[in-house]
C-alpha cells in the first residue's frame, strides 16, 4: 500500500497520445521506463525502473534489478536509492524542502538517464465542492477541488481521486490558465454516484510534468493497471527514457457524494 500512494500507473490499452506524439507500438518496445516521485511528506521516496514490453505481448513488466539509481538536490544532498522489489527503488534518509530543484539519475546498461524537477511551494488544499458537470455527454455529480491559486505566476496541479477505497483511479491535471490569483473553478475529470466515498490526492507539480500529464489520453488515467503503456508522451528524462520524475507537494481530502 505504502508505494501506491507514491506510483502513479497507467494501462497497457492506451491506443494513441496524439496527432503531433503517435508512435508505432512496436518502437517503444525494449525502452527503460522510469516513473520516479519525490514529496513534501517524509519518505522513503520510490522509483520504479522497468522496461517496456510490445503491446499485446502478455508477457508484463521486465523489472530492472541492476541500475544504479541516484537523486540529488541544489544543495548538495545526494542518495543512492536501494533496490525493494519489482524494479522499484527506495531513498533511506533523503529529505525533501519546497522550492528546491532535484535530479533523479539512472544507469541501465551503461546508459544514464537523468531528469529534474523543482518542488512548488504548498498551496492549501481547502476541500471538496459537489456541482453538476456535463462529462461524456451527459450531466453528472462531479467535484471541484478549492484552493486559491497564487497570483502573479504559473501554478499547475495534478489531482488523484480513488473511489470507495478501491483500485479504481482517475486522475485530472489542472492549470491556472484563466484563474490566476483566483479560487479554482475547474472540476475534476470524471463523474460519480451518490454515496460514492471519495478520497482526492492535490499534488502541486512543475510544468514539465503538467504536460505529461495533459498529453496522456485520458483513457489511460481511468485504470487499475500495475504498468506504464509502452506507448507514452515526451516525458522529462534524457536519452530518450520513457516516463517522468516529479518533485511535489501533496495533500488529501475526502467526501461522500450526496
Known amino acids: 500500500?505504502?508505494?501506491?500512494?507514491?506510483?502513479?500507473?497507467?494501462?497497457?490499452l492506451i491506443l494513441l497520445v496524439n496527432?503531433?506524439?503517435?508512435i508505432a507500438l512496436d518502437d517503444m518496445s525494449g525502452k527503460v521506463v522510469i516513473e520516479g516521485n519525490i514529496t513534501d511528506e517524509a519518505g522513503?521516496?520510490?522509483?520504479?525502473?522497468?522496461k517496456s514490453t510490445k503491446f499485446f505481448d502478455g508477457n508484463g513488466e521486465n523489472f530492472i534489478e541492476n541500475a544504479k539509481v541516484v537523486i540529488s538536490d541544489q544543495n548538495g544532498q545526494t542518495e543512492t536509492l536501494v533496490y525493494d522489489e519489482d524494479g522499484t527503488y527506495q531513498t533511506i534518509n533523503f529529505h525533501t524542502h519546497y522550492g528546491d530543484t532535484y535530479t533523479l539519475s539512472v544507469t541501465?546498461?551503461?546508459?544514464?538517464?537523468k531528469a529534474t524537477s523543482k518542488m512548488p511551494e504548498y498551496v492549501e488544499f481547502s476541500g471538496l465542492k459537489q456541482q453538476m458537470i456535463y462529462i461524456y455527454d451527459e450531466y453528472r455529480k462531479g467535484l471541484i477541488p478549492l484552493f486559491t491559486?497564487?497570483?502573479?505566476?504559473?501554478?499547475y496541479c495534478f489531482f488523484k481521486s480513488q473511489v470507495n477505497d478501491g483500485e479504481y483511479f482517475s486522475y485530472t491535471p489542472?492549470?491556472?490558465?484563466?484563474?490566476d490569483g483566483q479560487v479554482n473553478s475547474k472540476p475534476l475529470s470524471r463523474g460519480f454516484k451518490e454515496k460514492d466515498t471519495?478520497?482526492?490526492?492535490?499534488?502541486c507539480i512543475d510544468k514539465q510534468v503538467y504536460n505529461y500529464f495533459k498529453d496522456l489520453p485520458q483513457a489511460s488515467f481511468e485504470n487499475n493497471g500495475e504498468t506504464l503503456s509502452p506507448i507514452n508522451p515526451i516525458g522529462n528524462f534524457s536519452n530518450g527514457a520513457l516516463g517522468y520524475f516529479s518533485a511535489h507537494t501533496t495533500a488529501t481530502k475526502t467526501i461522500i457524494i450526496e
Open 19 to 22: 496527432c503531433e506524439n503517435e
Open 149 to 155: 491559486d497564487p497570483a502573479a505566476q504559473e501554478n
Open 198 to 203: 471519495v478520497l482526492v490526492e492535490m499534488q
Open 108 to 113: 541501465v546498461e551503461g546508459n544514464t538517464y
Open 174 to 179: 489542472i492549470s491556472d490558465e484563466g484563474q
Open 44 to 50: 522513503p521516496y520510490y522509483v520504479k525502473v522497468t
Open 1 to 12: 500500500m505504502k508505494k501506491n500512494k507514491i506510483l502513479i500507473f497507467f494501462s497497457l
